[in-house]
């Protein structure tokens, strides 16, 4: 079976955490399990930064720039390891975004 690759998120699309998955920190690691589809994941620092910021809606640029003031790396470096994350997550089915919302 071919895997489908999600589209890469937009600078202005919202992106919040998917009703039911539970996270919680452990130490510098965020451990998040989906009931629903019967899996658990393990995330880093930084991976769970992100997952901390979309407990509100959040869009690309707003995760780059928290991330920016946070880590000394290049904003353009930042943002493409953000979306590259943010396509998973969504591939994953852990994240709703304002398209999959839309009428």
Do not use: C
């Amino acid at each position: 079976m071919m895997a489908i690759n999600p589209l890469p998120p937009t600078e202005k699309e919202t992106y919040w955490h998917k009703k039911g998955i539970l996270s919680a920190s452990i130490h510098d690691e965020v451990v998040m399990m989906s009931i629903e589809m019967g899996q658990y994941y393990n995330l880093n620092t930084v991976a769970g930064r992100i997952w901390h910021l979309l407990e509100t809606p959040q869009n690309l640029d707003q995760i780059t720039a928290a991330l920016a003031e946070i880590y000394d790396a290049p904003t353009d470096t930042i943002r493409a390891e953000v979306a590259a994350f943010l396509a998973r997550l969504k591939q994953e089915g852990l994240l709703e975004s304002a398209a999959d919302s839309a009428p």
